[in-house]
């Protein structure tokens, strides 16, 4: 629907037009009624002749043609000075939630970690407003970005991920790698193994994780009964780990889970090993920690299990999803710029014509 953000400038522009049309006329009127006025040359026999008369006709067509592109003209302008503009109505969705994707990088979980990051692909393309972030973990953690909700980035990182883990799917893989792949996992996992004698430190991974999500507390600070993040965003982490640590840590998983608990963070688990390790007393530790906080459990090579967590994160999102409404005004002079533009190209061929 079209409507007219000036309207008033478009009036007054059409009255002064009025006016002087009206001034016009009435000034061609007195000349034309001057009896005093000597008659120097009378034409009309000039046009009896065919070629006169043809000459006569041309011209009176050429002016009414010229007559009716100015008149246009100026209308167009009238238009064009009151902005002609179109409201717009759209709903947006957003939601007010946080999800921080944490990946164990040592070196039991990194044959696994291609398909975690493929699950972790398949929460990013599912999302719908959600900031999203990615952590990853050794002895100590690297940011490889931050919260964002812009996708395209989000989805362009975990398929470069995914891209640079394929060379160490297995034994096989990681014995013919090149100098070039190397270096590329090198440089992937650059700031992640700054421990010595220290790897999966996956309490502190966990906490490092946390610290992402804008007003988490931890340390001393976090035992106090306010607890929680100073953010009124939902906040989830997925975690993949197989749950191995090697060294001391400064947080426990269990502890880091207290924490992460006490700060209203849900923190779901999935296992980053072999499928014959799911038995086992880590896998089992794990589940019990993660569900005994709230959260979900599940296996990274499990397609069941990853199409299960989708559907968790799905019904999560509908309860922190609003929808907004908006109005807005914009221009649009599109149409009535181009037709100002040919009608005044018209009208200056037929002036160019008329003066010759």
């Known amino acids: 629907m079209i409507t007219f953000r000036w309207p008033i400038v478009g009036v007054s522009a059409l009255a002064l037009a009025l006016a002087i049309v009206i001034a016009l006329i009435l000034a061609d009127r007195r000349r034309t009624h001057r009896t005093d006025d000597p008659l120097v040359f009378d034409v009309s026999e000039a046009w009896d002749s065919d070629e006169g008369a043809s000459l006569l006709s041309t011209w009176k067509r050429l002016n009414r043609v010229a007559l009716v592109a100015l008149s246009s003209m100026v209308i167009l302008s009238i238009i064009l000075l009151a902005r002609p503009s179109t409201v717009n109505s759209t709903t947006q969705y957003s939601s007010n939630r946080d999800i921080i994707l944490c990946l164990d990088v040592s070196g039991s979980t990194l044959p696994y970690d291609r398909e975690v990051i493929d699950t972790y692909l398949d929460v990013a393309k599912n999302a719908s407003g959600e900031r999203i972030g990615l952590s990853i973990f050794n002895s100590t953690s690297r940011t490889v970005f931050p919260l964002t909700d812009d996708y395209e980035l989000v989805e362009?990182?975990?398929?470069?991920?995914?891209?640079?883990?394929?060379?160490?799917?297995?034994?096989?893989?990681?014995?013919?790698?090149?100098?070039?792949?190397?270096?590329?996992?090198?440089?992937?996992?650059?700031?992640?193994?700054?421990?010595?004698?220290?790897?999966?430190?996956?309490?502190?991974?966990?906490?490092?994780?946390?610290?992402?999500?804008?007003?988490?507390?931890?340390?001393?600070?976090?035992s106090s009964s306010t607890g929680g993040t100073g953010s009124t965003r939902n906040a989830s982490i997925l975690l993949a780990t197989d749950n191995v640590t090697a060294g001391t840590p400064t947080y426990t998983l269990a502890q880091a889970l207290s924490l992460t608990s006490q700060a209203s963070i849900t923190v779901d688990g999935m296992f980053s090993g072999p499928q014959d390790s799911l038995s086992g007393d880590a896998a089992s530790s794990m589940k019990n920690l993660i569900e005994k906080h709230g959260g979900m459990f599940m296996s990274a090579t499990t397609e069941t299990s990853v199409q299960s967590l989708v559907r968790e994160l799905e019904k999560r999102r509908s309860g922190a999803d609003r929808e907004l409404t908006r109005a807005t005004v914009t221009d649009s002079p599109g149409w009535w710029t181009l037709a100002l533009a040919v009608i005044t190209a018209l009208w200056m061929a037929t002036a160019w014509r008329l003066r010759r």
Do not use: H, R
């Open 156 to 222: 362009n990182q975990l398929s470069t991920a995914s891209s640079t883990l394929k060379v160490v799917q297995s034994q096989a893989d990681i014995d013919d790698m090149s100098d070039e792949d190397y270096q590329e996992i090198s440089d992937w996992l650059d700031g992640t193994q700054n421990k010595k004698d220290s790897t999966s430190l996956i309490g502190d991974g966990l906490v490092g994780c946390a610290s992402m999500l804008p007003g988490f507390v931890y340390g001393s600070s976090a």
